[in-house]
T-cell receptor, first 113, second 109 residues
Framework: ETGVTQTPRHLVMGMTNKKSLKCEQHLGHNAMYWYKQSAKKPLELMFVYNFKEQTENNSVPSRFSPECPNSSHLFLHLHTLQPEDSALYLC????????????FGPGTRLTVL | GQSLEQPSEVTAVEGAIVQINCTYQTSGFYGLSWYQQHDGGAPTFLSYNALDGLEETGRFSSFLSRSDSYGYLLLQELQMKDSASYFCAVRVYGQNFVFGPGTRLSVLP
């Protein structure tokens, strides 16, 4: 049971494709996050938004482009990805940046061919 | 930079008690969190220690010692459904969460 939904759950794309990942939270939170989870590696924070404003970009390549139209929705636009970008992409939200708890969505399993 | 270390795997039997350690090298942080993630699932929050000491939530307890740069998650009366990966995470001053590499717990019958 989660108040954070992500679509699609699985995505296969070629290196020349353009696709978008969507995240929606139904918890009334103000902060939203994108994480990358690769096999055998820790969760990597990619982007942080607070009240729709980007507050952090963890040196993420420009082929990943986030968008946050409002506090409930978060997108990750993908273009010209590399095979090493294949991973589980997780969205999370919290009640402000000081929130001690993050609520995660189920993730999108991305495979880049 | 900031880094957290956890054992990669732990195995225990049903009904036992297991402790998953987390050591860290980081500058000031607000607190230490623990998350559980089942295969194919999303990480879910388990506990948070803002202060040194023990926090108890049912079968799970978490401990923090800032002076020792160390924390742990204690799982009691293990059940098969506790088989999952467990991540520690710190919220670093001026930054967001930094996660440990995760510990895979296998509970055997």
């Amino acid at each position: 049971e989660t108040g954070v939904t992500q679509t699609p759950r699985h995505l296969v794309m070629g290196m020349t494709n353009k696709k978008s990942l969507k995240c929606e939270q139904h918890l009334g939170h103000n902060a939203m996050y994108w994480y990358k989870q690769s096999a055998k590696k820790p969760l990597e924070l990619m982007f942080v938004y607070n009240f729709k404003e980007q507050t952090e970009n963890n040196s993420v390549p420009s082929r990943f482009s986030p968008e946050c139209p409002n506090s409930s929705h978060l997108f990750l636009h993908l273009h010209t990805l590399q095979p090493e970008d294949s991973a589980l992409y997780l969205c999370a939200s919290s009640q402000g940046l000081a929130g001690e708890t993050q609520y995660f969505g189920p993730g999108t399993r991305l495979t880049v061919l | 930079g900031q880094s957290l270390e956890q054992p990669s795997e732990v195995t225990a039997v049903e009904g036992a008690i297991v402790q998953i350690n987390c050591t860290y090298q980081t500058s000031g942080f607000y607190g230490l969190s623990w998350y559980q993630q089942h295969d194919g699932g999303a990480p879910t929050f388990l506990s948070y220690n803002a202060l040194d000491g023990l926090e108890e939530t049912g079968r799970f307890s978490s401990f923090l010692s800032r002076s020792d740069s160390y924390g742990y998650l204690l799982l009691q009366e293990l059940q098969m459904k506790d088989s999952a990966s467990y991540f520690c995470a710190v919220r670093v001053y001026g930054q967001n969460f930094v996660f440990g590499p995760g510990t895979r717990l296998s509970v055997l019958p």
